[in-house]
Structures are given as C-alpha cells and as structure tokens.
C-alpha cells in the first residue's frame, strides 16, 4: 500500500498586538512556513500572517516576532529573519516584521 502524498494548504493567522518591547507570539503547526505579512482593507487595524502548512496539525509550536516601527533600533544581538512590512492606520505608520530565530 502507498503512503499518500503530503498536502499543504495555506491559511491566515492573527498576529497578537506586540509587547512593550515589540514582541508578539503565536502558535504555529511545526511545519508552517510563513509566505506573507499584510494587513486588510476589511480589518485595517489587524495583522495576519499568510502560512503554508500541512493539513495535519498533529505538533505545534510558539514562534516569536519582533515588529519594529520605521526609525527604531533593533538590538544587533538579536538573531532575527526578514518576513515583510506591512502599514497600519491608512499607511501612516510603517511596520518591519521580523521573526526572532
């Protein structure tokens, strides 16, 4: 008998409002593989992650974000991954995500 093949599908996730040091956290499958950062027309105050990931969900795990506003620091000691930028508030602020590995 054959083993069938393994599927992925893509789904959105809410990224958590960050933390006083820009922080946010969230419960991903082991799998996911984050595509995108953006926001919505429909939920302009909202973030969401787009993610690949397979149909079972049998582990996750809690991946950590670092979201920096354009002009702040970020803290060389920090091992962080380029996601994307993404704007809040009708464009009028600009925001860096950043996954923290």
Not at 2 to 25: M, S
Not at 48 to 56: A, G
Not at 81 to 100: A, K, P, R, S, W
Request: hydrophobic share 40%; net charge negative; aromatic share 12%.
């Amino acid at each position: 008998m054959t083993k069938p093949e393994q599927t992925y599908v893509i789904f959105k996730h809410r990224l958590p409002v960050p933390d006083a040091n820009n922080e946010a956290w969230i419960q991903l499958p082991k799998d996911a593989q984050i595509l995108c950062v953006k926001t919505l027309q429909a939920f302009p105050d909202e973030v969401y992650l787009y993610v690949r990931q397979s149909r079972q969900q049998d582990q996750s795990e809690v991946r950590r974000f670092l979201v920096v506003p354009t002009g702040m620091e970020i803290d060389a000691a920090k091992k962080t991954y380029y996601i994307g930028t993404f704007t809040l508030d009708h464009d009028h602020y600009v925001f860096h995500l950043f996954e923290l590995v």
